[in-house]
């Protein structure tokens, strides 16, 4: 599902460059619950976010279901990233304004997809999450980890190939990160692959594999026998 060889980002900010992803390979397949982990600062978020689409690599290739991702233009990596990937952040960017189901049904909007059918499914969605009765609150009406289930709603709606969080339970408490775990596990139970970025060891544990990130580089990836979340809710 993804594959990249030899990946090099730098940042330049006025005359200094710094060399944050110094080689990377590692490959997703189908289906996979991997974790990247690294200590703040270890270039987890740029390495989530090229393979997001959201930036692009200075040296290296980025294979996504078999497509190369290099200099597409604007309309088309937003065509792969809608048809692709879904997000979800640490801060959750839900929209403040709208409601929960207005925000999962929002990139639908943008995919055109047809007012009845955007409702039913984001509908469906939130019911999925276990969020049917919140469906006309507005995010500051929500819990954290409700917030962070809307947003799982919403990146699921499109049905992407991948799922991609950066920190998803960064700013939870212990017991709502599990339960944001648990319905991670859920998802990636009924075949989604999803890669989640961390720096806490035992979310990384409650996902299959492991990818260790430290200066830039890979330093271990390795099988983990998966801890199920449930057992903590
Ligand atoms: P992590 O997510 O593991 O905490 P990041 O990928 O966010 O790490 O950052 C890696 C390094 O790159 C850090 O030193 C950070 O300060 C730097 N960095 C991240 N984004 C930018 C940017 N847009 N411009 C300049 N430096 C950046
Ligand atoms: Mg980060």
Redesign the pocket.
Known sequence: MIEITNLHKS???GANS?H?LKGINFSVKEGELVSIM????????????ILGMLDEADEGSYMLDNVPIKNLNEKIAAKYRNKFLGFIFQSFNLIGYKTALDNVAMPLYYQGMKRNERIDRSMAYLEKVGLADWATHLPNQLSGGQKQRVAIARALASDPKVLLA??PTGALDTKTSYEVMDLIQGINDEGKTILV?T?EDDIAHMTKRIVN?KDGLIIDDSKVNQVKAIQHV
């Open positions: 940042y330049k900010t710094l944050v690294g200590s703040s600062g270890s270039g987890k978020s740029t390495l989530l976010n950066d920190e970025v720096h990130l």
